[in-house]
């Protein structure tokens, strides 16, 4: 069975809301090596508005999961980004190296409050994609301007953007009516990537499985794969998505 790649999810410890310490995330890293997840691109928040973002310390965080990692055993990969919370100085800020693309790509992951208008997002969108950036926005479903508007998501689509769902959402956790708009959306094929969002070891830790098999169930195995392992794939090697 191929590797998923998660590539969305907040197991660097000690630097955001996420994991709050190595023990922590190395559970977190270990059940996603029985989720079947074989790499893990860490996304730790940047919000230009809450506090520096030591991106030395990231790098030198990473490192040390990555040993401790393989002292206890466990095969995976790991790559740096950002999600980044979207203000109208991040274009400047990316372009400055202030933060983090992912994995080293011209890809951005970004998100909004959930309240957010649509004209907000669409202006965001087209100002990463001037600053040279292609932007994945986050967790689409949290967004009450695109649910149920699946002509949005197609637009943005169409402008350059690249979408991102949270496994957990797909298989119901946000409630059915969330599953049924995402179901509509993976249909469509206006779904590009799917990630975890784990932010711990229990209740938001980082489980792809049982999303992996209902999308082969619903649609077929290959579609799976493609939203979970080979697009992806394209996005560390930098390729169109």
Known sequence: MDKFIDVHCHV?????????????????????AEE??????????????????????????????????????????????????????????ILNGKVITMAGSDYVLVEFRTETEYSYIKSAVYDIISSGKTP??????????????????????DKGAVIQVNASSIIGDMGFSVKRFLKKLLKKGFIDLIGTDAHSDNHRAPHMLDCFKYISKKFDEDYAYELMRYNALKLIANEEI
Not at 144 to 157: H, N, S
């Open 12 to 32: 660097l410890p000690s630097v955001d809301d996420g994991s709050k310490s190595m023990e922590q995330s190395l559970n977190m890293v270990k059940i996603a």
């Open 36 to 93: 079947n997840i074989g790499a893990m691109i860490l996304t730790p928040h940047y919000h230009p508005a809450k506090g520096s973002h030591n991106i030395e310390n990231w790098r030198d965080t990473l490192e040390f999961l990555k040993k401790e990692t393989c002292r206890v055993g466990i095969d995976m990969e790991f790559y740096l980004g950002t999600e980044i919370f979207y203000t109208q100085d991040v274009p400047d800020n």
């Open 136 to 157: 994945i926005i986050a967790h689409i479903e949290r967004y009450m301007c695109l649910l149920d508007k699946a002509e949005r998501i197609e637009e943005l689509r």
